[in-house]
């Protein structure tokens, strides 16, 4: 799946990568998170949940293990 960019306060982008149960954060601050063995549902719910930084905080941030992934300044 591809990345799709949100509409949201906290999160900037998010894509999930279904084969690995993959679910890449992007971040309005500029932080990238890879979490680790995510459920489709999950995902889903993300999409369509009315607020996605509130589903984030309360649903995935804490609740999953995770990677932070460090870009290069030259992006």
């Given at each position: 799946m591809g990345r799709i960019e949100l509409v949201s306060t906290v999160l900037a982008w998010v894509r999930y990568?279904?084969?690995?149960?993959?679910?890449?954060?992007?971040?309005?601050?500029?932080?990238?998170?890879?979490?680790?063995?995510v459920p489709l549902h999950t995902y889903r719910e993300l999409l369509d949940s009315a607020s996605k930084g509130?589903?984030?905080?309360?649903?995935?941030?804490?609740?999953?293990?995770?990677?932070?992934?460090l870009t290069s300044a030259a992006g």
């Open positions: 990568l279904p084969e690995q149960r993959l679910l890449q954060v992007g971040l309005r601050a500029g932080e990238h998170y890879d979490y680790l063995d509130r589903y984030y905080n309360s649903h995935i941030r804490k609740a999953f293990q995770f990677k932070r992934v």
